[in-house]
C-alpha cells in the first residue's frame, strides 16, 4: 500500500491524475484514413488519446506520441492521436494534416479527423471522460489514458511530458495487467 500511495502521488506531482471510475470503451473514431478506430479493438488492453494540433507550441509532443507507439504497440498498447481545431490551431484539411504529420513527425499511429472537445459538439469519447471523471482538454495535447478494465486511470494536461516516469510507470503497470 506504501508503493501504491508513494506512486499516486508522483504521478500527481508530474500533472498527471489518477482517477478509475466508468468505462469509456466501445467508442468509435472516424479515422483521418478512412473507416472507423474501434476502442474495442482495445478491450482487455490500455490505450492513450490525446487531443493534438499542428500549429500548436505543443506540437512537438508527437515525437513522445510516436515514440511510445512504436515502444509498446507489439505489447497490446493502443493510441489515437485526435485532432482539433477548438483552439483554432489545426490545418484546414485533413490532407494537410496527414501530410505535415507523417512529414515532420514520420507518424504512423492511428489518427482521427478533425473533432471537438468543447461542450455540446465534444465528441463522445470526451463527453464520457468528462461523465466520469470530471476530466475537459482545457489545450491541445491532453491526455487520457485507459486501463485495461475501460476505466480512466489517468489524465494529463498539455504540459504532462510523454516520456515521463510517471506516465511509462502508469503505461507499463496497465501492461502487467495483461499477462
Request: aromatic share 12%.
Amino acid at each position: 500500500m506504501k508503493n501504491l500511495s508513494a506512486f499516486i502521488l508522483a504521478i500527481s506531482i508530474c500533472g498527471y491524475s489518477t482517477q478509475s471510475v466508468g468505462e469509456v470503451s466501445n467508442i468509435s473514431f472516424p479515422s483521418i484514413y478512412g473507416g472507423k478506430i474501434e476502442t474495442q479493438q482495445w478491450a482487455g488492453k490500455p490505450y492513450l488519446v490525446v487531443n493534438t494540433a499542428s500549429m500548436c507550441a505543443f506540437t512537438r509532443q508527437y515525437v513522445s506520441l510516436q515514440k511510445l507507439y512504436d515502444n509498446y504497440r507489439e505489447a497490446g498498447f493502443g493510441m489515437v492521436a485526435v485532432p482539433l481545431d477548438d483552439f483554432n490551431q489545426e490545418l484546414s484539411s485533413y490532407a494537410e494534416i496527414k501530410d505535415f504529420c507523417e512529414l515532420n513527425y514520420d507518424i504512423n499511429m492511428p489518427m482521427s479527423e478533425t473533432l471537438s472537445v468543447k461542450e455540446a459538439s465534444a465528441h463522445s469519447f470526451f463527453k464520457a471522460v468528462e461523465a466520469e471523471v470530471g476530466f475537459v482538454p482545457s489545450w491541445n495535447f491532453n491526455k487520457v489514458l485507459i486501463g485495461v478494465d475501460g476505466d480512466v486511470v489517468g489524465t494529463g494536461r498539455s504540459l504532462t511530458a510523454l516520456m515521463s516516469r510517471s506516465v511509462i510507470k502508469a503505461i507499463e503497470a496497465e501492461l502487467a495487467k495483461m499477462e
